[in-house]
């Protein structure tokens, strides 16, 4: 299948560069904007409701949903469903809990919300440091995509020539389309894509029904069938239920999978490109219905392809399962070296190139603005002067601070390109879904526990928040090192080695309840109190948007 494809690679070659061309088109539109900074970090606050939904589903919708879960559900059927569940219910807790609350009380970051009602410089670098990390990890997911779809597309399959050159291709794309068009040109491309995903999804969706005469118990069946595992496949597991340690896999992932959506940079920076609170939840209901439909049409596609493809073929073509989707298209479209199975084959993969870019720019918008706004802006106001306490941060001028928290940026996309692209090169051989996993696993032990706190916990204190961010973030990490993922099996990040001491793959059952323990000890333990006074006023800029910017 993957000669078939480099045979005709000039088709998808065309594809790759209308696409990229349209967003350099509107980069370039976007950049003739005056760069203040509510229009590089917010878009100047000037989209509706229905395309910020269009633009956060695009965020959400990534290559780990495309083509890390289709792979996942075709190699392991009942099991890989996890993540589509889990990836869709995780926006209830977003819509209750987060968004309209987050959206009164920040400006542009998570740090702001955390910030409100403490002393800024500490609670700002914490904040600020874990959102860069859980955003380089998320990259790192969306580049290892890209390798694996661009080198199956062009005919390299595994070349490491073709996979390196992709990594940097697309580290180079994203920088691009930060530094240059900030949030108003990185969400157009977001809605764009999203328009491009949910079409093509539909239509690989309809065909595979099509070909099953619409009996989805006939496609279980055949995907039972062609998956050799027989009815193991549709039962639960295959993946996580070969021994207690699997078990407990399986629950850390969904308990990461839930609740680190609420605990995404680049996620929670989108609320703040919307006018006002009730755009933003607005906003949310337009992104949960996109994104349900979208995850139930990823179910469908991964039985298909181990029904249609097979998930032995699946697992030669790249042992994670990334290319379960092109690779499903083509056969779709009349099988390996047919013009309709070419066609299609690269459309698809088109379009999951274009999910790659558009996700990768939104990621490195959120964290360069971390990175400027929070960690680097912090050192420069004194110790305690807020910046977006009540009406303050409406009157507050956008001159020279917030003209070199641009320019830093800018500089910040470059950094955090170069070593996202380092750490992707050492792990090619994971399924991307899963390595978002990991990410979701450090956004909810490192920014959850001290959202949540800031926002309900009447006695939280800066030492509670600084403790919360480093609680979760430092174990997470340090879990991550000592797993699996890293050292001791043939797909590890190091094979060489094996200095794993954990045996879960996915630290969240430990790391987030650590993270909430972190900011509760830190607070009772705290010789200050608790300002009343700023709780109160966040308490009613929160729930009612009074003095919000």
Do not use: C
């Amino acid at each position: 299948m993957a000669d078939s494809a480099g045979e005709h690679q000039g088709l998808a070659i065309v594809l790759f560069t209308v696409f990229v061309s349209v967003t350099l088109a509107i980069t370039a539109w976007a950049g003739r904007r005056r760069s203040s900074s509510v229009e590089f970090f917010a878009g100047g606050r000037l989209f509706s409701p229905m395309q910020n939904g269009l633009a956060i589903a695009g965020d959400y919708m990534s290559a780990a949903s495309f083509l890390g879960i289709s792979g996942l559900i075709a190699l392991f059927g009942y099991d890989g469903m996890l993540y589509s569940v889990g990836f869709f219910v995780a926006w209830l807790v977003v819509l209750m809990l987060v968004a309209e609350l987050v959206r009164n009380v920040g400006r542009y970051t998570m740090a702001d919300v955390l910030s409100a009602r403490m002393r800024e410089r500490p609670v700002r670098i914490a904040a600020g440091t874990a959102s860069v990390t859980v955003s380089i990890l998320y990259l790192v997911a969306q580049m290892v995509g890209a390798s694996s779809l661009v080198g199956l597309l062009l005919g390299g399959g595994e070349g490491a020539a073709v996979r390196t050159w992709t990594v940097i291709g697309v580290g180079a794309l994203m920088v691009f389309y930060v530094s240059f068009g900030g949030m108003r040109a990185t969400t157009w491309i977001q809605i764009v894509k999203t328009v491009l995903l949910i079409g093509g999804t539909v239509t690989l969706t309809a065909l595979v029904l099509v070909r099953f005469h619409g009996n989805f118990g006939e496609l279980l069946r055949s995907a039972a069938d062609g998956s050799g595992q027989g009815d193991a496949f549709l039962a639960p597991g295959l993946k996580y239920g070969v021994d207690a340690t699997s078990r407990l896999d399986f629950i850390s992932l969904g308990v990461a999978l839930v609740l680190g959506t609420a605990g995404l940079p680049h996620i929670l920076s989108r609320f703040y490109t919307v006018p006002t609170a009730r755009s933003a939840r607005r906003s949310v209901v337009w992104a949960i219905g996109l994104i349900g439909t979208f995850y139930l049409m990823t179910i469908v596609l991964g039985f298909g392809a181990a029904a249609l493809v097979g998930s032995n073929t699946v697992r030669d073509s790249n042992a994670a399962g990334n290319t379960a989707v092109p690779l499903l298209a083509e056969i779709l479209g009349g099988g390996s070296g047919t013009t309709g199975g070419t066609v299609l084959f690269a459309v698809v993969g088109a379009v999951a190139f274009a999910t790659i870019l558009a996700v990768v720019a939104g990621i490195t918008l959120a964290s360069s603005a971390s990175v400027a706004h929070d960690l680097y802006a912090s050192r420069r106001r004194p110790a305690g002067q807020g910046r977006h306490g009540g009406r303050h941060a409406q009157r507050e001028s956008e001159g020279e601070m917030d003209q070199e928290e641009v320019r830093v940026a800018r500089f910040a996309a470059v950094g955090i390109g170069a070593v996202s692209i380092w750490i992707s090169l050492l792990a090619q051989d994971q399924n991307i879904a899963f390595l978002v996993g990991l990410a979701f696993a450090v956004a909810a032990s490192a920014n959850l526990p001290g959202l949540l706190y800031s926002l309900f916990w009447r006695r939280f204190t800066t030492r509670g928040a600084v403790w919360s961010v480093y609680g979760g973030l430092v174990p997470a990490l340090l879990l991550v090192v000592l797993s699996p993922v890293t050292s001791g099996r043939p797909d590890a990040l190091f094979p060489g080695v094996d200095f794993h001491v954990f045996p879960l793959e996915n630290p969240g059952l430990v790391s987030i309840p650590l993270g909430f323990l972190a900011g509760w000890l830190g607070t009772v333990l705290s010789r200050e109190s608790a300002d009343e006074g700023k709780y109160a006023e966040t308490e009613v800029r929160s729930l009612t948007g009074a003095g919000a910017a």
